[in-house]
């Protein structure tokens, strides 16, 4: 059983547009969601988070959005860069952010065309 | 770059062999995670350890093993190999276990034939 789910798993935009990435989740205890990204033949790499008490994080280009009704939280990424292209993973965790309790989903591949 | 040291990047064995992969963590980060990837998985916890001990138990199997050494490197052992065990494995530390943020190695493949 998926708790963190990602059903696209890709995604193809063209630069300058806007990208959205989408992650449902089933556990109501999920209190903390990050997004990492991942480019090939690296590891992921952490990129913004958000707790539960909030709906949304902004970091520069990248924003988080967080639908606790909908148990659906998306990443928001303006304007697009080629540079963004690698898989988006989300997580969440069931305990203010405990790494050791993250789940993951499976990934969304985004390609930013130029 | 991370900090975070994976060896081997890549490893070719058969089946019923044994293999180790090793993971030195960042500066100063006590915790040591591993992470298996299969073909279109997410990133499944295997365990944690804390300054040497064993803090938490993911979906690890039995003949799977893992240590954190005085040092704070760790290693993964994985024994009596299936080809299912065919994955990419991630080692990641972290500075402070209650933020979430994981610094994540560049991985292991494995290759189980």
């Known amino acids: 059983d998926q708790q963190v789910k990602q059903n696209s798993p890709s995604l193809s935009v063209q630069e300058g547009r806007i990208s959205i990435l989408n992650c449902d989740y089933t556990?109501?205890?999920?209190?903390?969601f990050l997004w990492y990204k991942k480019y090939p033949a690296e590891g992921p790499t952490f990129l913004i988070s958000?707790?539960?008490?909030?709906d949304k994080n902004e970091d520069g280009r990248f924003t988080v959005f967080l639908n606790k009704s909908a148990k659906h939280l998306s990443l928001h990424i303006v304007p697009s860069q080629p540079g963004d292209s690698a898989v988006y993973f989300c997580?969440?965790?069931?305990?203010?952010?405990?790494?050791?309790?993250?789940?993951f989903g499976t990934g969304t591949l985004l390609a930013v065309q130029p | 770059d991370s900090g975070v040291t994976q060896t081997p990047k890549h490893l070719i064995t058969a089946t019923g062999q044994r293999v180790t992969l090793r993971c030195s963590p960042r500066?100063?980060?006590?915790?040591v995670y591993w992470y298996q990837q299969s073909l279109d998985q997410g990133l499944q916890f295997l365990i944690q350890?804390?300054?040497?001990?064993?803090?938490a138990k993911g979906n690890i199997l039995e003949r799977f093993s893992a240590q954190q050494f005085p040092d704070l490197h760790s290693e993964l052992n994985l024994s009596s190999l299936e080809l299912g065990d065919s994955a990419l494995y991630f080692c990641?530390?972290?500075?402070?276990?209650?933020?979430?943020?994981?610094?994540f190695g560049e991985g292991s493949r494995l290759t189980v034939l």
């Open positions: 350890y804390y300054n040497g001990e064993e803090r």
């Open positions: 990641a530390s972290s500075p402070n276990p209650g933020t979430g943020e994981l610094f």
């Open positions: 500066s100063g980060d006590l915790s």
């Open positions: 997580a969440a965790s069931p305990y203010g952010g405990a790494t050791n309790k993250l789940i």
């Open positions: 556990n109501s205890m999920f209190d903390y």
């Open positions: 958000i707790s539960s008490i909030k």
